[in-house]
């Protein structure tokens, strides 16, 4: 059982930034794609990010495009989400998940979550 625990969240006035951070508690992680959603109040959760196991495929959703970087550290067993330029849109419950493939699968894939973590953009 992979277990995901995620840090760095809080609140930020728009245009700041954070830094999210998961930890797995497993060695292989890093035969793991690794993935990053949100979920607003009254929304359903939502693609983030996604990176393979090497870094070398990554993708993002549209929205994020330009201001959220996602990279891992294999060594640490964490994946990062950089966020930056923040938005009051942004605001929600960020989870991390994994799959279990070294590519980045279907996003039904995403198989392991972490218990999330706030972030909260203000205007």
């Known amino acids: 059982q992979v277990q995901l625990v995620e840090s760095g969240g809080g609140l930020v006035q728009a245009g700041g930034s954070l830094r999210l951070s998961c930890v797995a508690s497993?060695?292989?992680?890093?035969?793991?794609?690794m993935g990053w959603f949100r979920q607003a109040p009254g929304k359903e959760r939502e693609f983030v990010a996604a990176i393979s196991w090497s870094g070398g495929n990554i993708r993002y959703t549209d929205s994020v495009k330009g201001r959220f970087t996602v990279s891992r550290d294999n060594a640490q067993n964490t994946v990062y989400l950089q966020m930056n330029n923040l938005r009051p849109e942004d605001t929600a419950v960020y989870y991390c998940?994994?799959?279990?493939?070294?590519?980045?699968?279907?996003?039904?894939?995403?198989?392991?979550w972490g218990q999330g973590t706030q972030v909260t953009v203000s205007s």
């Open positions: 497993e060695r292989t992680f890093s035969r793991r794609a």
């Open positions: 998940a994994a799959q279990n493939r070294v590519a980045i699968g279907a996003l039904s894939e995403f198989v392991y």
